[in-house]
């Protein structure tokens, strides 16, 4: 539809409260640090996304850049392979890569929201899939033994069929003992997922992998650090329990590099940091061509409908970052997402809450 344009654009910072802060093996995020998008067409139709900076510190920085861009993208078709080039040629001597990427990644979105709503087609629809379930897991983190247990029986209550949860305590028998508590609780059926986030040795991964082995988890997530490919090759070399790898990925090659150094069983890619809608159906190609199952990180709203039109889908995370901001925060039924019926992605700000939350 290349009579569709882009008119204005406006980004705004929003520092949302969480139910249960996110305590890792690296810190705590306390709340969610948002940077809420909008892509303005002369066809009266608002393109939406959000990004999320992980610190209130990256707010302004991502914000500003964005409302910068306004004489860039003003006047442009809402075309986002033309978008996303142009935008890469204008950051190539800068780095098209951190705040950078989560800029163009917004823009990427918002294009893509607004494209297929001028279609009067649901994200999905446009991208040649249909609306399906879309299999999740509750993302949960170092809740201790009084609230994770509360959370995990929960999830299973609302028909959950797996579950995560962040360990890389102080010791092993930490780690231990709060996958054992989880599984008591969830028993043999719901499948178990720890994530490390990049806590670990290589050498210390490998120990206590191999002591959490009797509980038989899905995955083992980001055991060491992330870029460490050859140590990731090394902890998959020496355990059974499958290694999922791919959040903090900043592009295509980076995972294909991952891919080809043998460090992952599983492909989680963040929505934001691969490229936005683009860049996801790059690394779900990626994944196909080595028959990898494929996950999505966070961004739940997006992610459902990039799910239904990858083909080694693996699992949705819910954890429902944005929720406070928006409308209708994505439905779950029976354990997975539900694309909305609505045109585009189906975002809908709650401008309310956002009133309270603005930065």
């Not at 719901?190 to 038989?216: C, H, T, Y």
Request: glycine content about 6%; overall charge negative.
């Amino acid at each position: 539809m290349s009579d569709l344009l882009i008119t204005s654009v406006r980004a705004r910072a929003v520092n949302v409260p969480l139910t249960y802060p996110v305590r890792t093996a690296v810190g705590v995020v306390e709340t969610s640090p948002l940077v809420l998008f909008d892509l303005e067409t002369n066809q009266n139709v608002t393109g939406r996304s959000y990004v999320f900076t992980y610190t209130p510190l990256g707010l302004k920085p991502v914000r500003e850049l964005l409302n910068s861009l306004q004489p860039v993208l003003s006047r442009q078709a809402v075309a986002p392979y033309d978008l996303e080039r142009m935008l890469q040629h204008r950051f190539r001597l800068l780095g098209n890569t951190g705040v950078v990427k989560i800029a163009c990644a917004a823009i990427d979105m918002a294009a893509w929201d607004a494209l297929a709503q001028a279609h009067e087609m649901p994200l999905v629809e446009m991208l040649g899939g249909t609306r399906k379930p879309i299999p999740a897991y509750d993302s949960h983190s170092m809740d201790g033994p009084k609230i994770g247990p509360q959370r995990a029986e929960r999830a299973v209550k609302e028909g959950l069929r797996a579950i995560k949860i962040k360990i890389g305590h102080a010791t092993l028998q930490e780690d231990v003992a709060s996958v054992a508590l989880i599984r008591k609780v969830i028993g043999d059926d719901i499948d178990l997922m720890v994530d490390i986030n990049q806590g670990l040795s290589v050498a210390e991964a490998i120990r206590r992998g191999r002591a959490l082995e009797e509980f038989k988890l899905a995955w083992i997530e980001e055991p060491t650090l992330q870029e460490n490919y050859a140590g990731f090759a090394q902890i998959r070399q020496a355990l059974t329990t499958p290694i999922q790898l791919g959040e903090n990925w900043f592009s295509v090659d980076e995972m294909h590099k991952a891919i080809v150094a043998g460090a992952a069983d599983l492909v989680m890619p963040d929505a934001m940091k691969i490229g936005g809608v683009s860049g996801w159906l790059r690394a779900s190609a990626l994944a196909e061509i080595y028959q990898i199952p494929m996950s999505a990180h966070i961004f739940e709203e997006y992610s459902a409908h990039l799910m239904a039109v990858t083909p080694t889908a693996h699992w949705l995370e819910k954890m429902g970052l944005a929720d406070p901001i928006l409308k209708e925060p994505l439905a779950y039924l029976n354990g997975a997402a539900i694309i909305p019926e609505r045109a585009g992605v189906g975002i809908a700000w709650n401008e309310e809450a956002i009133e309270r939350f603005l930065i």
